[in-house]
């Protein structure tokens, strides 16, 4: 499931569609359907056949969602999609409409009518957004309607058959931990807290406990499956049986009781008795549902998976290192090739992309790639999520940038990098704003921060030097990524809303940008590890740090080198220094002399 340049979210049928829609509410009684971009395991990615949202809106981005009512309809998107949305939507259909600036629940609240029954689909909605639906349809005097079969399913003819692609076993030499470890520890977390059983819903918690992984969703590689995870008996694990081959089923059978996704809602009333952990921000409503008519105990908690599997093991972080040093090699190989072919002006966004994945590939060990590449030239870089089409596809023109982000699922690690490069020669103002990006970006990766700092507290350290130049980016400045699982995985991040604290062992993106609207963007990431420090001179206090794991040179030309302190400076060349020797070694003798000549000394 590489990466594919057609335009997979298309407005043309949406009219078609959207009354189709509408005539199927009519006979449900229905004055409106509420249509998220969600599967029933709440993932970023989702299969084809819960590609619901952009087969019936057309807009094909990772986040959004939809209000049909009987006379108007709005699409719900973030700031990564704000220009992408208007090309792909027909807008004389949908209303437009910037989150958190505008909340679906304030629009409902204003459109719905006394009366009204707004239909959703428990499976496709969180219990926490279920309350926030609640409490906006109440105030209006409406009421939410759960419909056992989503109406959008009902009418889409050619909806695709559910994935089942065959679960494979993670090694031990990659994961670092046995599956009955894991189950023991998460078991003994559960007991502390006096909870007979966790209900896991999330497929990437499933893959890193038991120690599997699969590929029946995009770029991630997740067997889609529930699991009942019990304090004192085996854990159960609810997946089709087609998945599970001779190579994996000893595997599995060793750690777990493997049942069909049919048995589930039985298993669940099982639960009579039981004290239940449900996670109310990632589990969908449904089985708060059967849970409460089962008379189970619910306690509201995370998944108790999140926070172990975000903080990598000895073998986790030795293979993210070699999966990076591969994909350095690559990604160089890819930048000199850039360097000698893009001046040409043959050079377009999808023949970058391709030839980058390519080069991925010829490492021997590329499994995919870890989300679309994000291959925008001039304008196209300002879309923060921009995903190049055979429609919207542009040439690297001479005196321009071009932002390439990008990433892979090696079995070893998982990477994600952008580098903004020059095409030809850059203006001042793009040196300008490039330098302030390149100065936030080595603030975080020098920064040094007690225990119990939050990602919330080391947010500004990557905005300040926009901030005193009147600028900002209206995306986090970093992610967690797993190891050989999803590239965006919680519970910690850098950003506004960082509110969990960093631990060592996690790996997060450190990614400041700046977007031009209409003329560039900018954006420098690489994945740094937070460890622990050396005790500071003087200093009482335990303290932590990142290492860089990335290795991958920043376009020297795009740097005001006056703009920089005298320490920025010394940490630019102490990276280069780095990547020429961990990268240069595995590189051929004309990539080679091009990385001496990109990292020499500033």
């Known amino acids: 499931m590489f990466q594919t340049f057609d335009d997979s979210g298309s407005s043309a049928d949406a009219a078609k569609r959207v009354a189709r829609l509408r005539e199927e509410l009519a006979k449900r009684d229905l004055a409106g359907f509420l249509v998220p971009r969600a599967d029933e395991h709440q993932g970023e990615y989702v299969p084809a056949n819960a590609e619901r949202l952009s087969w019936l809106t057309g807009f094909s981005g990772s986040a959004g969602f939809a209000a049909i009512l009987t006379d108007s309809a709005a699409l719900f998107v973030d700031g990564r999609y704000t220009l992408q949305a208007p090309g792909q939507v027909d807008t004389k259909i949908f209303a437009i409409q910037q989150v958190p600036e505008n909340k679906p629940t304030d629009w409902l609240k204003e459109t719905l009518k006394k009366g009204d029954r707004l239909g959703y689909d428990p499976k496709l909605h969180t219990v926490r957004s279920r309350e926030r639906l ?339 980016f209206d995306h986090g400045t970093g992610h967690g990524v797993g190891s050989y699982l999803s590239v965006h995985e919680g519970p910690a991040r850098i950003s506004k809303l960082g509110t969990v604290a960093l631990e060592p062992g996690m790996i997060l993106s450190n990614e400041p940008g700046f977007y031009r609207e209409g003329h560039y963007g900018i954006r420098i990431e690489n994945l740094v590890l937070v460890n622990e420090l050396a005790s500071i001179a003087g200093g009482d206090r335990e303290m932590m740090g990142f290492d860089t794991l990335t290795l991958a040179p920043i376009d020297h030309r795009l740097v005001a080198v006056s703009a920089l302190s005298e320490p920025e400076r010394d940490w630019l060349n102490a990276y280069h220094a780095q990547v020429l020797a961990e990268i240069g070694p595995a590189l051929g003798d004309d990539d080679k002399g091009w990385l001496k000549q990109v990292t020499a000394a500033i």
């Open 134 to 472: 609640e409490k906006a349809v109440k105030d209006t005097g409406a009421t939410l309607a759960p419909q056992g079969d989503n109406p959008v399913d009902a009418i889409w003819e050619d909806r695709p058959p559910p994935p089942l692609t065959p679960v494979i076993a993670h090694p031990m030499e990659f994961a670092g931990e046995s599956a009955a470890d894991k189950i023991a520890r998460i078991q003994d977390s559960l007991k502390d807290a006096k909870i007979d059983a966790a209900i896991l819903t999330l497929p990437d918690s499933i893959a890193w406990l038991l120690n599997i992984r699969g590929n029946d969703v995009p770029h991630t590689p997740l067997p889609l499956s529930f699991a009942i995870l019990h304090v004192a008996d085996r854990p159960e694990l609810f997946i089709a049986g087609e998945k599970v081959t001779d190579s994996s089923k000893s595997h599995i059978d060793a750690v777990v009781r493997i049942r069909e996704p049919g048995e589930l809602d039985a298993r669940l009333a099982a639960l009579a008795e039981a004290t239940v952990r449900l996670d109310p921000d990632t589990a969908a409503a449904w089985f708060a549902d059967r849970l409460a008519e089962a008379g189970a105990k619910i306690m509201h908690g995370p998944d108790p998976c999140i926070l172990p599997k975000a903080k990598k093991n000895a073998a986790e972080i030795a293979g993210m290192r070699n999966a990076h040093a591969r994909d350095g090699a690559a990604m160089c190989r890819f930048l000199a090739w850039l360097d000698r072919e893009a001046p040409s002006g043959k050079v377009d966004e999808i023949a970058a992309a391709e030839k980058l994945e390519a080069l991925r590939a010829e490492t021997g060990e590329l499994k995919e790639i870890s989300f679309d590449t994000i291959s925008g030239a001039g304008a196209n870089g300002a879309i923060v999520h921009y995903r190049v089409t055979r429609a919207t596809n542009a040439p690297l023109e001479p005196n321009s940038l071009y932002l390439v982000d990008s990433g892979a699922q090696y079995a070893d690690g998982t990477t994600d990098i952008t580098r903004t490069v020059a095409i030809g020669e850059p203006t001042e103002e793009m040196r300008r704003h490039f330098t302030l990006v390149l100065k936030g970006h080595i603030a975080i990766a020098t920064a040094k921060f007690p225990k119990g700092t939050r990602g919330s507290d080391l947010d500004p350290f990557a905005r300040r030097p926009l901030w005193q130049a009147g600028l900002d």
